[in-house]
């Protein structure tokens, strides 16, 4: 410019190679001509120019402002120091004010990298890290084009983006997929260490701006000015894991570790070191790693928690993480599931005459649905013996009921007499009476009662239980996020029991809940600066890996000691968690019963919970369904000259398998009682088919009826009464009875893993849907 005439174009090259000259004051001796060039030849396109951006966004915009004023500030200062001139004052306030500025905006940026830096260390560590201020276009490293000669650094270096848009590249020439980082990410040629960790920074061939950027570069030099109050504080910090009381079976002699343990206070003068443990105190000292956590902020740490050793040397920090409890659902009281009446006899039943004996049967109903019969005894009068068993499953009925009838052959029957008794009252191994009435007949009836004593019916009922399983409910589960765990006070020491314990040390922690019916799980285990009286923003604490925390153990030589000290601080930590999830489990039971008082339900019936059907038939496919015939009612066909010999045949509609057949019985009529059981296998068939047959010797046999059980009655388990309908070619005629077949289907438990893939679906009572057009 200077006066001379020049066209805009030549204006804005002539702008952008300028500032691609300004490089901080570490880089004096570098040739720049290479880099002019590539920055002027770079406006054309280049490999990988549209692919999409990805990664994190700008920062924020206080750290945009500060970072210009602060590299301008510190420029100047330089300047004034390199020409000999002393520095005002008001620059040197200036520079305070923006180095702290600064400081508090770069802690969230890369809040890994900066947590390992306190106040002191991170202000020298901004004196002594160079700063790149680059143009739109400009490399910072690699490319073929670029010409410009980096001084050799002096041990390993890194970039840390401030401000801008960098596309990194996995190859020198700028080819290849690209990765576009924005402020706060740590990129270099090769991976970036502090110590033993990882920055989780990213390794490219060659950077390139995007947009202008500010760059720190982080150098040997710039890390070892930030920590060179290192080399005389090792000591200091040997003496701080000395102190640690969970170090004492490790650090001390059986008597100082004793006295620690009682809470007596030791003459430090007086504590003597093996060479071993000072040793080991010494080479722990020299790879342990400083952590300054800001009060509720998460401590980071590249590698798991679980695989470091915290030392809290200044504060507090607390151990968060999430509490998820599920009930157990062994530890519930067994279920009853179904209830086996055994009908021994009847006494003193109404009805029967001279001229006519009574031919009675009973019937057992176990609500709306669910029933058995007992087969007709002729001509026994009014003291009949049954010595019938019957099952029926049970869900939660409320009333047993008994119905005694007298058998006709030509008309309809007649009621002896009816009863029943509340299931409340009906204990395992119960036995006893039901007493049984009638309507009142003739036309001189009391008016205090219609009904009339009939005699009593004696049975003896038995349950069968099973355990609550995940295939008919659903366990309850709690979460409760982010809970406050422990606090670690000042010397107190967190990790060295799962590094000594293994795996053994969460299942102690997780074994709190061993008395209560839940479960307990601790997941997204957390450390955090704990909120401290006297207004401290800042918590420090000292970290060893694994690998070297375990090497000090063995170099002292007492290992045993040691883990037997860890199981009796996990054992200890057991006791303070077990009294937390007490606390939530009250709390929860109590929302629990303050819902249920809400909403009118606290007595309210509970639903019992029954598997989906078409779930059931993927869970159960391969498993053996155990089949009990009991006995038939009401069987046509046969004749007084020729008595029925029916057998029963079941087989899951469309499968290959051999079906189930009972026994003939001869000359059993046409109430035949089989009691056969067996087993069938299940793939997933959608209904099971029931035949009755009429063996014949020298013919074929006869059908006598068909009865089918749909998916839906049998998913859960089945004990009840099927109807049994003629064949297609032949009518019902009115005076025939309906024909009925009793059967029971029973299922072997699920496996866990399978039942927790059934999903529940809530219905009062789905094994009976089919029954209701036979009662």
């Known amino acids: 410019m200077n006066g001379r005439t020049i066209s805009l174009p030549d204006l804005v090259t002539e702008k952008k190679r300028n500032t691609a000259l300004s490089l901080s004051e570490g880089f004096a001796g570098a040739r720049y001509d290479g880099s002019l060039a590539a920055t002027a030849q770079n406006w054309c396109p280049r490999p990988g120019a549209g692919a999409p951006m990805v990664g994190q966004k700008d920062a924020g915009t206080e750290l945009e402002k500060v970072i210009p004023v602060y590299y301008r500030t510190r420029q100047l200062a330089l300047g004034t120091e390199k020409s000999g001139k002393r520095m005002p004052v008001k620059i040197q306030s200036e520079m305070r004010a923006l180095e702290k500025a600064l400081a508090r905006e770069l802690r969230p940026l890369h809040q890994l990298f900066f947590q390992r830096f306190d106040d002191l260390q991170l202000d020298r560590f901004l004196r002594a890290m160079p700063f790149l201020r680059l143009s739109s276009g400009r490399w910072i490293y690699g490319s073929e084009t670029l010409g410009a000669q980096w001084p050799t650094p002096v041990g390993d270096r890194a970039f840390l983006l401030l401000k801008g848009h960098v596309a990194l590249y996995p190859d020198p020439a700028g080819a290849g997929e690209r990765t576009d980082v924005y402020p706060g990410a740590i990129f270099g040629e090769k991976r970036f260490f502090l110590g033993d960790e990882s920055m989780r920074d990213l390794v490219a061939a060659a950077a390139h701006c995007e947009v202008p950027c500010i760059v720190a570069m982080i150098t040997t030099a710039a890390l070892e000015a930030a920590y060179s109050d290192r080399a ?27 006295n620690v343990k009682e809470g007596k206070t030791v003459d430090a003068s007086k504590e003597t070191d093996s060479g071993a443990v000072a040793g080991g105190l010494r080479e722990l000292s020299k790879v342990a790693t400083a952590i300054h956590v800001p009060v509720g902020r998460e401590l980071l740490s590249n590698e798991s928690l679980d695989d470091s050793v915290l030392v809290v040397s200044k504060g507090a920090l607390e151990v968060r993480g999430d509490i998820t409890m599920t009930e157990k659902l062994d530890a519930l009281p067994p279920k009853k599931v179904r209830i086996r009446v055994e009908i021994k006899k009847a006494e003193k039943l109404a009805g029967d005459s001279i001229f006519d004996k009574l031919d009675p049967y009973c019937i ?25 068993k019957g099952v029926l499953t049970y869900s939660n009925e409320e009333t047993l009921e008994f119905t005694v009838m007298d058998h006709d052959t030509y008309s309809a029957d ?31 009836k009391a008016e205090d009662s219609l009904e009339e004593p ?52 969460m299942r102690t922690l997780e074994q709190a809940a061993s008395g209560m019916p839940y479960t307990l799980e601790l997941t997204n285990i957390r450390v955090l600066g704990a909120v401290q009286r006297g207004g401290n923003t800042m918590v420090s604490c000292w970290k060893a890996s694994k690998p070297r925390f375990v090497e000090f153990v063995k170099h002292t030589g007492r290992e045993k000691p040691f883990l037997q000290a860890c199981r009796v601080s996990s054992l200890e930590k057991q006791s303070h968690i077990k009294t937390l999830v007490r606390r939530l489990v009250r709390k929860w039971e109590m929302e629990e019963e303050t819902a249920l008082m809400r909403k009118g339900l606290l007595d309210a019936k509970p639903v019992e919970e029954v598997v989906d059907p078409s779930r059931f038939r993927v869970a159960y496919r391969g498993y053996k369904a155990h089949i009990s015939v009991r006995n038939a009612l009401n069987l046509t066909g046969g004749g007084f000259f020729d008595k029925l010999d029916p057998y029963a045949i079941l087989r899951f509609r469309g499968s290959r398998q051999t ?94 893993n399978a039942a927790s893939t059934l999903p529940l679906a809530n219905t009062s009572n789905t094994l009976t849907s089919g029954l209701r057009s036979f009662s």
Not at 239 to 257: F, G, L
Not at 487 to 495: R, S
């Open 659 to 752: 079906p189930f057949r009972t026994s003939v019985l001869q000359d059993a009529g046409a109430d035949p009682v089989w009691d056969c059981e067996g087993d069938m296998l299940y793939n997933g068939e959608v209904a099971l088919e029931i035949s009755v047959w009429d063996y014949d010797k020298y013919s074929a046999d006869d059908l006598l009826g068909t009865g089918v059980i749909m998916v839906e009655q049998f998913c859960s388990g089945f004990e009840g009464m099927v109807p049994i309908s003629l064949p297609g070619d032949k009518g019902k005629k009115k005076s025939m009875k309906q024909m009925v077949i009793v059967i029971g289907i029973q299922w072997p438990a699920l496996e866990q």
């Open 232 to 258: 005389f504080g090792n000591a200091r910090i040997a003496q701080t894991w000395r102190r640690v009381p969970s170090m004492a079976p490790v650090c001390k002699t059986e008597e100082e570790a004793a």
């Open 414 to 444: 007649d009621l002896c007499g009816s009863g029943s008794i509340p299931t409340s009252e009906l204990y395992d191994g119960w036995t006893g009476a039901v007493q049984l009435t009638r309507p009142k007949r003739g036309i001189f």
């Open 364 to 388: 057992c109903k176990l609500g709306d649905f669910k029933r058995f019969q007992t087969p007709v005894l002729w001509n026994v009068g009014p003291n009949p013996k049954f010595d019938f």
């Open 454 to 505: 009939a005699g009593k019916v004696f049975i003896r009922v038995t349950w069968d239980f099973e355990k609550v399983s995940a295939l008919t409910r659903t366990p309850k589960k709690r979460t409760w996020p982010d809970q406050e765990l422990f606090i670690l006070g000042e010397e107190a020491c967190w990790g060295h029991e799962h590094i000594m314990l293994q795996n053994l040390f």
